[in-house]
């Protein structure tokens, strides 16, 4: 994510807000056509609300909100395969 940042960071505010858009849209468009049709849907729509957010609060706040959910079911899945051991 690091790199991304570096290479839009050298493009003028507009340009970067432009690219920014277009490239998360079409991410997030994917993921949502890979909800229903074979494909890494969920993982497309978490890679476009990630470039979203770099321009974006609610796209920053619904990120957050989905790391924390996903922090969450790591965590129970951790406890409940020490609890088989």
Same mark, same amino acid.
């Given at each position: 994510?690091?790199? !991304?940042?570096? =290479?839009?960071?050298? /493009? $003028?505010? $507009? =340009?970067?807000? @432009? @690219?920014? &858009? !277009?490239i998360g849209a079409i991410l997030l !468009? /994917? %993921? +949502? !056509? &890979? &909800? =229903?049709? $074979? %494909?890494? %849907? /969920? #993982?497309?729509?978490?890679?476009? +609300?990630?470039?979203?957010? #770099?321009? #974006?609060?609610?796209?920053?706040? =619904?990120?957050?909100?989905? &790391?924390?959910? +996903?922090?969450?079911?790591v965590a129970k899945l951790k406890s ?6």
């Amino acid at each position: 994510m690091e790199w !991304i940042k570096k =290479v839009l960071s050298k /493009l $003028p505010s $507009p =340009v970067r807000w @432009v @690219v920014t &858009m !277009i490239i998360g849209a079409i991410l997030l !468009i /994917l %993921g +949502l !056509i &890979m &909800m =229903v049709t $074979p %494909g890494p %849907g /969920l #993982l497309f729509i978490f890679f476009g +609300l990630t470039i979203l957010a #770099l321009e #974006l609060e609610w796209a920053r706040e =619904v990120n957050k909100q989905g &790391m924390q959910g +996903l922090e969450r079911i790591v965590a129970k899945l951790k406890s409940f395969f020490k609890r088989k051991k």
